[in-house]
């Protein structure tokens, strides 16, 4: 079975991620797991953009299970704002 491949992440949200990484930005974030269809809205620390052949993903802790998780950036559904255009 062929591995799906998600879109590319634009380059203003790839850019607003990095920042919430370097600052150690805590970010309240929704999100359907990859797979499952799930959804989760936790309060996680961003750690690091990993850009994979399959897509971007968005490795990060969640505060309240202190769980580290890799989130697809494409399947994040209230991105952080502000985010220029």
């Not at 600052?23 to 953009?49: C, D, I, K």
């Amino acid at each position: 079975m062929k591995p799906i491949v998600s879109p590319p992440t634009p380059p203003q949200v790839a850019e607003r991620l990095e920042i919430a990484i370097l600052t150690s930005e805590q970010m309240r974030l929704h999100w359907e797991e990859e797979g499952t269809a799930m959804h989760y809205m936790e309060l996680v620390l961003p750690l690091e953009l990993e850009a994979t052949p399959t897509g971007d993903y968005l490795r990060c802790r969640v505060l309240a299970e202190e769980l580290e998780v890799r989130v697809r950036v494409d399947l994040i559904h209230n991105l952080p704002m502000p985010v220029k255009d």
